[in-house]
């Protein structure tokens, strides 16, 4: 039956190319739209994965064996550190004792010499007193009675002044002795415990950091195995904007048809374009397969990208480095304690220079009081000499004048004996100097805050780019599981190509068994229809097609160059 131009023509089932076109352009735009979404989805995963692979060699670069080396170093060095508080408080601590002991020994010698000075000043009075019974004495006796009392009473002045400074060191030694004690105790809270738990935790820290870089080698080469099947999937994603090619041409071909007014040469149309629907339909089905497959594997094993996360928060959601906070939370409260003890460091510096300062002026002191011996025995000589010249009535003050002199000897062995307990107390204000001095590298406070330093910076760090990849992982699995829901439509597209191929297969029944006389318009119709395709599969088609007729339709413009190849 003949069609007017433009109409599409009309079977005997009732089926009209135009049906067909209709069908064929619903898969069609499915295909654009569906292929389109899928291939921006899987271009916006390469930028994830890509910000996962930089992640992964940064956290790899981070946990190298120098890296975590160095670290685990510093911590043993700030354990060593923390152990070494305890020598040096107990070396502290005898200091202390020690300087306390020779300031009690300094305080006697003192009051042996204030005992002599009250002595000697009794026997200058007694002297005065005697010597005025004595008429042959004159004022001489009193005058040297004068003498040595003036000198004693500048020896007690001295004296007074020493006993002061003795007072005022024995406050800063009673405050120091009692913050020592206090830390003292509190010290057996913090070591051993926290070295050896800056040890230990070093070890950890060490072999958490090895199984985080391992792990995270593993998934930053899944990584970019996944890239290079993104880049594999979207080349094959070709096959839609193939596939859409040929079924527009299909379309095309269909119009054409339409337009012949001749039902055998429509049906011989409709039998070419049914065998290029069908090729186009088993490759598309071919290569949507194969990307279903790998989209499907990738996405197995893209699962794999979470193990870095999963090894850091553990499947209880409890971070596999919660070592790490205790340790911190551990170092803030021993820092406190520390600083009060190195204060007290500094403490005992302070009382040691002062003590040593103070023993300096004291030893002037007491070098001037024990002067006083050589002036009051050369007085209490001549008193005896006199005494021998006045005769049998000066006698008393004869043995007044030997007792004077036997104390003024007591009072230079009391100050030897004190100048004796200066150079100890010296060598013991020196002692804790020296504890200061032993502990003068890195102090436990800094030692401390490195240890707490690298805690934080390797958490963080390893927080950060897990954090990241936990992050990005999780964007990627998801946009890599909609590109799959996207391209799932194999079966909606190829049972749509499936069903309009077997109408035309229907429409192509009608085809003449001896096309030769029609070898002119099939010459015509052909080219036309040739010089639509762009792709070799095409092409290929449509020789088998003219092969099959067993025409030589051999001509130029049938087998004309495609405007552009597949």
Known sequence: M???AGVFYMS?????GETLASELEGARRVIESHFLSAGESLTQSMNGIDTLIASLENLVKALDDKAVAASTADMRVAADTLLGLADNHRVRKDAMARLGRHRDDLAKHVGDMHASLAYMRAFTVNIKIVSAGIAQAGSTFESFAQEISDCIESGRIQLQDVEGEIVGLNGGLAAASAESAR????????????????????GLMAQHYGQVHEIAGEVATIARNIHKRVVRVLQALQIGDMTRQRVEHVQSGLKKIAARGDRRLTALGHALLERQLQATKEE????????????????????????LRDMAYGCCSQKGAGFLDELLKRIEDASVLVGEIEGADSSALKTGRETAAAAEQLCTRISAIQSLKNDVQYMALNTTIKCAQIGEAARPLSVIAIELRDHGRHLEEAAAAGLAELDELTSAAGALTTVRDRAS????????????????EGRQRAANEIDVLVSKGEEVLSILDQSVERLAFKAEIGGTLSEVADELSSLAASSPDDARELRVQLTEILSSIHALYTMKQERAVHQDFVAWLGLDLSTPEVHAPAAAVA
């Open 441 to 456: 590298g890195l102090g436990a406070t800094e030692a401390l805050g490195i240890a707490s330093r690298l805690l934080q």
């Open 12 to 16: 005997s089932f009732g089926i009209s």
């Open 183 to 202: 830390l003292g105790s509190q010290l057996s809270t913090l070591l051993p415990a926290l070295p050896n738990q800056l040890s230990d935790s070093a």
């Open 284 to 307: 598309f089905d071919r290569e949507v397969g194969e990307i279903e497959k790998a989209m499907a594997d990738m996405a197995a094993h893209s699962r794999e990208l979470l193990k």
């Open 2 to 4: 003949g069609v007017i």
